[in-house]
């Protein structure tokens, strides 16, 4: 399975930016995607998951009301919707898949991308 994410770039505080997750090569029909992300010098967090199948969505506390994540299932696509960022959301997004129906804030996702970089300037 691979991920390739794609949207990140400058912006500046306020503004917003969609993220863009394209997954390829899956088998499974029963699976979770979500989202995690890195600032610098800062450990890798959760920001939001969800079922294929629409039965559970997640979003990080500090996230919630800002970031919308969807899916197109024609393009098996995720997308993540950012707005009012903040300085604060600057960092490396990655998406990742698990090929269950159950998301975890937890890293224990079965794919990974490699990742696309969002930084919001002040």
């Known amino acids: 399975v691979q991920l390739v994410e794609s949207g990140g770039g400058l912006v500046q505080a306020g503004g917003s930016l969609r993220l863009s997750c394209a997954a390829s090569?899956?088998?499974?029909?029963?699976?979770?995607m979500g989202w995690f992300r890195q600032a610098p010098g800062k450990e890798r967090e959760f920001v939001a998951a969800?079922?294929?199948?629409?039965?559970?969505?997640f979003y990080a506390g500090g996230v919630k009301g800002r970031f919308t994540v969807s899916r197109d299932v024609a393009k098996d696509t995720v997308y993540l919707q950012i707005d009012s960022l903040k300085p604060e959301d600057t960092a490396v997004y990655y998406c990742?898949?698990?090929?269950?129906?159950?998301?975890?804030?937890?890293?224990?996702?079965?794919?990974w991308g490699q990742g696309t970089q969002v930084t919001v300037s002040s």
């Open positions: 990742v898949a698990r090929e269950t129906e159950r998301p975890t804030y937890t890293d224990y996702w079965d794919y």
């Open positions: 090569g899956r088998t499974s029909s029963s699976y979770a």
């Open positions: 969800f079922s294929w199948s629409g039965g559970m969505t």
